[in-house]
């Protein structure tokens, strides 16, 4: 059935159309009145022009005869007789010169006729005729008509065209309307109601009427053309889609039961995991403890060796064990951080106190360096805290044949936590102190410190940077066979430090060792300890060091410092027997370039107690490296003399 065009769209179309054949014909027809008027314009004054030289002609013979005779009564006879018709305005005779009347009339204003006053107003159409009598001339006749009539004439004409025009367009507009809107207004409306319908209601069933073989009826041909390859491309979309909803359906059920048996899997395994770990501790524990018992006995030289060999493979167990318990807790999201209180220097001393049996077998120096501004006891979970350090220790000591091992401890924005060049540089009790300060403002309760754990060991390649911090994954397989470990490491202190609001880090370059960089947010007790102030007997002196390791010069330079002793640092003990007896200013600097700033450290006393300084020259007690720290085996004793 055909499909009935919606009203709108019919008057809007059927309007459109009506509005501009309107106005076309109104300006043809416009067009054909104006020419219509000019014409007979024309036409009617050329018969005005054509009537008054005729009359001229007409009069002039009428008075040829009463002119000569000079007839008065016969001349005014034949010019009333021409004033009875209302076109004619005036009749004159003159005589040879043009100015003597010999009798004449004209109108008045009631278009009356009246004797001639020689008082013309007005636009007339004037002939003059010659009078002549026996071939000699007597005067002249002059006509004056008047085209008043014209107006009359064409108004009534413009009067009659333009009813006639009015029905002629009526007519043809409406005629014209009647055959556009059959031929193109219904077809164009009804192929927009299919058009609008299609895009409504996704129906590519509909089909637009065709009304006729005109450009038209092609359009509608080729939009229900296209509606047919559109409703065939729609089946064959709604085939394949659900065809691919049946795919993903059992395929989503498949990845569901595999995901179930993957999670089962995985309880199973790490349950499987703390289980047997925790079954593993518990007699690993007993067989460390043992071992180390025995070994406080008195036992044969063999016998000690071989104890301490099954003591330390019973601890590189234990550690792989822990390793895989930590990691097993971290993979399902069950380790949660402790809260309580901690003295820092203390975590640092349990930590260096694992490894001083490998200082006693690698020629390897331990350096402890804690910045000043660093809280005394800070609030956190010192457990993890101490697992992440002693991780990162002992790769250091395990990549390292020779050199050192330096473990720093900062505030974060601080020189303590920045670069190699602030290692380096030198530190006072007053920008200590203003370090400290500046911590405490931007974390109110709450602290950001920055660790780091270098070493002069075999570095990193960057290629296996990038996957250093992977689960089960080392720098590289000669690694793993050289080494040993299972690459679990690393995966957990990047976890660790993560829950501790922190990030880690890496810089190396292989064949100069490496540096792991992370930071870690604490608390802060409500009340920290009181500083013991520095004993005063020690204020205003001047120490010499001999140290030839610029990191461990440094931290006795920090020290002292903190002790209010003022100290240079000399490269060897030699050098520092020159500064007793021929002056500090003899002592030569660190061969060091690297670490310039921290090897050569200026006094600053002035000049009088320079030049006496060999006088008043008096051994001094050993100073340790780190006071607040026990000497470690393996760490570097420095030979030192504090001047009156």
């Given amino acids: 059935m055909p499909q009935k065009a919606p009203r709108h769209l019919l008057t809007g179309i059927q309007t459109r159309l009506g509005l501009l054949i309107t106005l076309a014909t109104t300006v043809m027809l416009v067009v054909f009145m104006v020419m219509d008027y000019t014409a007979a314009s024309g036409k009617m004054h050329r018969d005005i022009e054509d009537f008054a030289r005729r009359l001229a002609v007409r009069t002039a013979r009428q008075l040829q005869v009463p002119a000569w005779n000079l007839d008065a009564m016969s001349i005014s006879a034949v010019l009333a007789a021409e004033m009875e018709d209302q076109r004619v305005y005036a009749v004159a005779l003159f005589e040879r010169d043009g100015t003597t009347l010999l009798g004449g009339m004209q109108r008045d204003g009631d278009w009356r006729p009246v004797p001639w006053s020689g008082a013309i107003g007005g636009d007339f159409v004037t002939e003059r ?310 911590a405490a403002g931007p974390h109110g309760d709450g602290v950001e410190l920055a660790f780091s754990v270098r070493d002069t060991g075999i570095g990193i390649a960057p290629e296996a940077r990038e996957r250093l911090f992977e689960s089960y994954s080392q720098a590289d397989a000669s690694v793993s066979r050289r080494f040993g470990g299972t690459g679990l490491g690393l995966s957990i202190v990047r976890a660790l430090v993560q829950l501790m609001g922190g990030d880690v880090g890496v810089e190396s370059e292989p064949g100069r060792g490496s540096t792991f960089r992370f930071t870690a947010r604490f608390g802060l007790p409500q009340e920290q300890e009181t500083p013991t102030p520095p004993p005063p007997q020690l204020a205003g002196k001047l120490a010499l060091v001999a140290e030839a390791n610029p990191a461990c010069a440094r931290v006795l330079a920090r020290l002292l410092a903190q002790l209010g002793v003022r100290c240079q640092v000399a490269p060897d003990v030699a050098a520092l027997r020159t500064a007793l007896y021929h002056g500090p200013e003899q002592v030569p600097a660190p061969g060091h370039e690297a670490d310039h700033a921290a090897g050569h450290m200026h006094d600053q006393a002035d000049d009088r107690a320079d030049d006496q300084a060999a006088d008043r020259a008096e051994p001094a007690p050993r100073v340790r490296q780190d006071a607040p720290l026990r000497q470690r085996p393996g760490t570097s004793c420095s030979a030192a003399c504090i001047c009156r």
């Fill in 129 to 438: 005729e010659v009078l002549a009598h026996l071939g000699e001339e007597i005067g002249s006749v002059v006509v004056m008509v008047s085209p008043r009539g014209i107006d009359d004439a064409l108004s009534a004409m413009v009067r009659e065209s333009a009813v006639r025009v009015t029905l002629v367009g009526f007519v043809l507009v409406v005629l014209i309307i009647l055959i556009l809107r059959r031929t193109v207004v219904v077809p164009v409306a009804g192929l927009a109601q299919v058009a609008r319908r299609v895009a409504e209601e996704r129906n590519y069933a509909l089909r637009a009427v065709r009304h006729g073989q005109d450009e038209i009826g092609r359009l509608v041909n080729a939009f229900n053309t296209m509606l047919e390859q559109v409703e065939r491309h729609e089946r064959q979309l709604t085939v394949q889609q659900g065809e691919l909803e049946r795919m993903v359906r059992e395929r989503t059920t498949a990845l569901d039961t595999a995901q179930a048996r993957v999670e089962r899997a995985s309880r199973a395994k790490n349950e499987f995991l703390a289980g047997v770990t925790h079954e593993l501790r518990t007699p690993m524990n007993a067989v460390i403890g043992m071992v180390d018992i025995t070994l406080g006995t008195n036992l044969a030289p063999k016998q000690r060796e071989y104890l301490n060999l099954v003591r330390s493979s019973a601890r590189s167990l234990l550690g792989v064990v822990n390793g895989v318990l930590d990691f097993s807790k971290l993979e399902a999201g069950r380790l949660t951080l402790e809260s309580i209180p901690f003295r820092t220097r203390d975590l640092l001393e349990e930590v260096t106190d694992l490894f001083h049996d490998r200082l006693a077998i690698k020629d390897i120096e331990l350096v402890v360096d804690i910045d000043t501004g660093v809280p005394p006891v800070l609030v956190g979970d010192p457990l993890r805290l101490r697992q992440v350090l002693v991780n990162l220790a002992a790769n250091a000591f395990k990549f390292t044949e020779r050199g050192e091992v330096v473990i720093r401890v900062g505030l974060v924005g601080t020189g303590a936590s920045a670069g190699t060049g602030a290692e380096n540089a030198p530190e006072t009790p007053e920008n200590g102190a203003a370090g400290s300060a500046r």
